[in-house]
């Protein structure tokens, strides 16, 4: 009966380590259906989220680039438009996204731990609103389809990394 009792014990104890352990989560997949499939996953391993390039025309978000830490991710989408360009803050990390689409992106509002808004695109079509999950995490990589412009994009939520050489 001891032997059942510990047993049970060291379970249930496995089991909410294993739920606290779990930071992660996904927002989206936010717009139209067209387009190839990008993922920034591998950039994540560069570094947290430093800056952000967006390329947008008078109706939607063209391109989008993400610098991980001091490298550049691979740039999607078209190339028309007007290139606009920021730069996180130190320990700055993004903890929102908004935006609109109807068909392709429209406006991405990517929204930081130190209170800013950084918006880009046109304010018409279908809203969203991506948050994380999980408290204390913040936005580590973007995925999404893209072709001349932005077709959706999705947003994945993580820790921000403990420790980052490159940043």
Known sequence: MLTVALLALLCAS???NAIQARSSSYSGEYGGGGGKRFSHSGNQLDGPITALRVRVNNYYIVGLQVRYGKVWSDYVGGRSGDLEEIFLHPGESV???SGKYKGYLKKVVFVTDKGR????????GTS???VPLHPNTVLRFISGRSGSVIDAIGLHWDVYPSICSSC
């Open 128 to 130: 969203f609103n991506a």
């Open 95 to 97: 903890i929102q996204v």
């Open 14 to 16: 496995a089991s909410a």
């Open 117 to 124: 808004y950084l918006a880009f695109g046109k304010d018409s």
